[in-house]
């Protein structure tokens, strides 16, 4: 599904005399090299702000955190996506809302997030996944774009008050380890997410709750800042090649693609089948990788209450998608005959 060692080898002189520069100073965490990757990502996405955190999860918990959302709250999340999404709501304390996804789009269905919203309502977070932008609703209420999928999309999703970004090395700009950021234009909300990470220091020694909320441990690191600064050159080639892949595919599997935006950036290409599973044992036998984005609803994840029944209930959309979507190798690694070869597996399977 992504070959890790072949895209470092096509950046790999920059990035490994970035690392070894890192190395060198002893300038481990912080420092003039993560504020560089900061910026760098933060214009990439046509922010003002950029605050690196230690992940993805972390960068949409402290988003939350820094708008004040915590206990008696309620956000607002669609069915499909990562755990980490809900996770991050349960983070605060803040209670999960879990709406429907579109008919023919796993992306959140702006009616289906205002037909929810009540009171207690704090925030809707709109997940731009496989590399399209969802459309979030016309509301007064906060919207935090989780953005992990969505690095390098044109143009960028930029609703939200908050935008998070992961940088797990499977994403189209990914590091050689864990890492995340949090984007914004207003300024005392980068301020308050730099705290949070910071054990809510405003001065060494002196701590304090932040929005609400006592802070924590969680930076970017200046090695994988450094790793970052490598690979950005290459992102606008590799996003290119995602896309030209991508429409072989489609012409190939008409009737089994989602629409997607012509910005894209292809982070995950997925088709829908009504004999998934079938498929993916074919494309296996056959020595094609394949991955399932997402076996369940988040509506059937037992450890927030859910079951398959509920899910079934209450976001049927979601449960289709779930039991059809299949993703296929698609990065910029791949030669035309690697996809040839998966094109002619699928026909052959499907």
Request: charge should be neutral.
């Given at each position: ?81 990562f755990f980490a999404t809900v996770e991050s709501v349960l ?131 200046a090695v994988q800042a450094a790793v970052l600064l490598g ?57 094609i990788a394949s991955a399932v984005y997402y076996p369940m ?54």
């Amino acid at each position: 599904m992504v070959d890790l060692s072949a895209r470092h080898a096509r950046v790999a002189g920059d990035v490994e005399r970035r690392v070894a520069d890192v190395l060198r100073s002893g300038r481990y965490v912080g420092g003039p090299v993560v504020a560089q990757a900061e910026q760098a990502v933060a214009d990439l996405l046509r922010r003002r702000f950029g605050v690196g955190v230690g992940s993805g999860t972390d960068a949409l918990t402290l988003a939350l955190r820094a708008l004040g959302i915590g206990s008696g709250h309620q956000v607002i999340v669609p069915a499909v996506s990562f755990f980490a999404t809900v996770e991050s709501v349960l983070h605060t304390g803040a209670q999960p809302v879990l709406v429907d996804v579109l008919p023919d789009a796993p992306l959140l269905d702006p009616d289906a997030a205002l037909a929810a919203v009540t009171p207690a309502t704090r925030a809707i977070v709109a997940v731009h996944l496989f590399g399209n932008v969802a459309c979030a609703p016309d509301t007064d209420i906060a919207i935090v774009d989780d953005s992990a999928q969505a690095v390098g999309t044109d143009p960028p999703p930029a609703r939200g008050v908050l935008g998070a970004v992961s940088f797990y090395p499977t994403k189209v700009l990914g590091g050689a380890g864990d890492g995340g950021l949090v984007v914004t234009d207003e300024q005392a909300l980068a301020q308050a997410v730099r705290r949070l990470g910071s054990h809510g220091m405003s001065a060494p020694n002196v701590h304090h709750r932040v929005a609400g909320h006592v802070g924590g441990n969680s930076h970017l690191d200046a090695v994988q800042a450094a790793v970052l600064l490598g690979h950005l050159p290459d992102l606008a080639v590799r996003i290119a090649r995602r896309r030209q892949i991508a429409a072989r595919y489609d012409a190939a599997f008409a009737g089994m693609t989602i629409p997607r935006d012509p910005g894209s950036t292809i982070s995950v290409y997925v088709l829908r089948h009504p004999r998934r599973d079938a498929l993916r044992s074919a494309l296996g036998a056959r020595g094609i990788a394949s991955a399932v984005y997402y076996p369940m609803a988040m509506t059937a994840q037992a450890v927030i209450g859910g079951s398959p029944a509920d899910a079934r209930r209450r976001t049927p959309n979601a449960v289709a998608f779930c039991d059809q979507a299949l993703a296929l190798p698609c990065h910029a690694d791949l030669t035309d005959a690697d996809v040839a070869r998966v094109t002619a597996a699928v026909l052959g399977a499907a």
